[in-house]
């Protein structure tokens, strides 16, 4: 079975403080694709990351930082000096080599001022 | 123009009402999906089409019928729904490398999504 398990449903930092958000999955494949999205109040989910299950590398993009374990079945997300502008819902989904997508519940980030 | 738009972004209907939910891709992509949020629920996939062919259906009530009569366009037409359909639906799309009809690895493109309430 495929799953995507995001516990921390709501998270409140103050700005510039960084922040970490957790995924971790549940698959039986070997080979699978992770993403991040961004939710926010608009409501369109914005593509933050891909990654394949045979690059372990992590990734930073600007003050955006991925940290992905096969090891835990982890893909966690780390926002660097948070910034008001970040205040979203961001989902982790794993997709396996069918067509289908798997979303956690989603983590509401609230940066405060 | 936004990539995906979403008509109408709100939209309350009652059970015996026909309506339906339309969504336009102008990122020429060739693969589109819906998907339904409800309140803390993960994002469910209900639908997939690509190369205008349904690809995926998990099991959905036939009282959502989707249409895909392009690759630009997307239809979810909604018919007898019951109040626990009452969510956000979104709609996706993304470009397929692949040859054939998979959209393994895609990344899709959401729409903002149409409310739907049901009364």
């Known amino acids: 079975a495929q799953k995507v398990t995001q516990a921390q449903t709501e998270i409140s930092v103050v700005e510039k403080e960084d922040v970490t958000l957790d995924c971790v999955y549940e698959?039986?494949?070997?080979?699978?694709?992770l993403f991040w999205y961004k939710q926010p109040p608009s409501g369109e989910l914005v593509f933050l990351i891909r990654?394949?299950?045979?690059?372990?590398q992590n990734e930073i993009s600007g003050r955006y930082s991925w940290n992905f374990q096969k090891s835990t079945s982890s893909f966690n997300f780390t926002i660097t000096a948070s910034q008001v502008v970040d205040s979203a819902v961001y989902f982790c989904?794993?997709?396996?080599?069918?067509?289908?997508?798997?979303f956690g519940t989603g983590t509401s980030l609230t940066v405060i001022p | 123009e936004t990539g995906v738009t979403q008509t109408p972004r709100h939209l309350v209907m009652g059970m015996t009402n026909k309506k339906s939910l339309k969504c336009e891709q102008h990122l020429g992509h060739n693969a589109m999906y819906w998907y339904k949020q409800s309140a803390k629920k993960p994002l469910e996939l209900m639908f997939v089409?690509?190369?205008?062919?349904?690809?995926e259906n998990n099991s959905v009530p036939s009282r959502f019928s989707p249409e895909c009569p392009n690759s630009s366009h997307l239809f979810l037409h909604l018919h007898t729904l019951q109040p626990e359909d009452s969510a956000l639906y979104l709609c996706?799309?993304?470009?397929?490398?692949?040859?054939?009809?998979?959209?393994?690895?895609?990344?899709?493109?959401f729409g903002a999504g149409t409310r739907l309430s049901v009364l």
């Open positions: 996706a799309s993304s470009q397929s490398l692949n040859l054939g009809t998979r959209v393994f690895g895609n990344i899709q493109y």
């Open positions: 990654r394949n299950s045979f690059d372990e």
């Open positions: 089409y690509s190369l205008e062919e349904r690809v």
């Open positions: 989904a794993l997709q396996n080599t069918g067509n289908q997508f798997y």
């Open positions: 698959t039986r494949d070997t080979t699978y694709y």
